[in-house]
């Protein structure tokens, strides 16, 4: 088992700035990637960005590069997602969630097997 907590999602004003961890309990040895995907009422879930646990590769949506950049601390076992640049489309609950292996589009969330609870972002205009 693994649990995933996520953690600094909050009120901000657009242009502004927050940053989200996800801290890894568990089972862990054996994740091959972290992911975030975000979903806002009424749209389906979306990939956000993803780090590859060793080698610290990383992915992301075209609608956040530049603007978001996906860390982990592997000691902490924790996945970071400092976001700048907040626009009201980025409204939405952020989770994270973890890619036990290669296999698979790392931008489906069918290919994650454990995930967070979520974490709300709200960016005001």
């Known amino acids: 088992q693994v649990q995933l907590v996520e953690s600094g999602g909050g009120l901000v004003q657009v242009g502004g700035s927050l940053r989200l961890s996800c801290a890894a309990s568990g089972r862990t040895c054996s994740t091959y990637a972290m992911g975030w995907f975000r979903q806002a009422p009424g749209t389906e879930r979306e990939f956000v960005a993803r780090?590859?646990?060793?080698?610290?590769?990383?992915n992301y949506a075209d609608s956040v590069k530049g603007r978001f950049t996906i860390s982990r601390d592997i000691a902490k076992r924790t996945v970071y997602l400092p976001m700048n640049s907040l626009k009201p489309e980025d409204t939405a609950i952020y989770y994270c969630a973890r890619q036990p292996n290669y296999y698979g589009d790392y931008s489906l969330g069918r290919n994650y097997n454990y995930w967070g609870q979520g974490t709300q972002v709200t960016v005001s205009s």
């Open positions: 780090i590859t646990w060793s080698a610290g590769s990383t």
